[in-house]
């Protein structure tokens, strides 16, 4: 008795490429909502919100606020928003000693916001500033200009330098 012929080669076979979409479960929906988190309805019209780091490893460390505060940043009150009335990491007894215990804090994180508008212009300005970095590059990559990344040096102030030697013979 004769079986078939051994195969040569696998050129002629080929595996399919279909997805398994059809087989595949889908995924289950999270309904996890993480401890920082504003929903966008709650959110003043025209203002936009930012978490602000205050504490460091649980050390008041609040010149990251100062920073922010400068920006325009301003902190989010507590009766705002009814989650976070009594919430948060407001200790009894620590009032008198916090200055944010009025505000909305989590977790050494500070609600702050901001007008909207002066948010878009700040990330447009960030924007044109990393643009203009990447332009940079590519003039300094085609031959123009100096390397984007060096240290800049102004040396239309400096003095000359020289050095001055005398020989005598003896």
Known sequence: MVGP?????????TRSTETRSNLAREM????????????????????????V?????????????DEQSAKGWTPVPRSRHSRFRNGGSLIPGRAETDPYAQFIKV????????????VLEDKAHLAEQAAERMRSI????????????????DNSTAPEMGYAASFKKD
Do not use: F
């Not at 909502?33 to 203002?47: C, F, H, Q, S, T």
């Not at 780091?53 to 606020?65: C, F, G, K, S, V």
């Open 5 to 13: 012929a051994p195969r040569q080669t696998r050129v002629n076979e």
């Open 28 to 51: 289950p929906k999270s309904r996890h909502v993480g401890k920082l988190y504003i929903d966008r309805a709650e959110i003043p019209p025209g203002m936009d919100y930012s978490w």
């Open 53 to 65: 780091a205050i504490e460091q490893m649980q050390t008041p460390d609040y010149a990251r606020a």
């Open 107 to 118: 977790g050494g994180s500070l609600l702050c916001e901001r007008p909207e508008q002066d």
């Open 138 to 153: 590519s003039r300094w990559r085609n031959g123009e200009g100096v390397d984007p990344l060096m240290p800049r040096v």
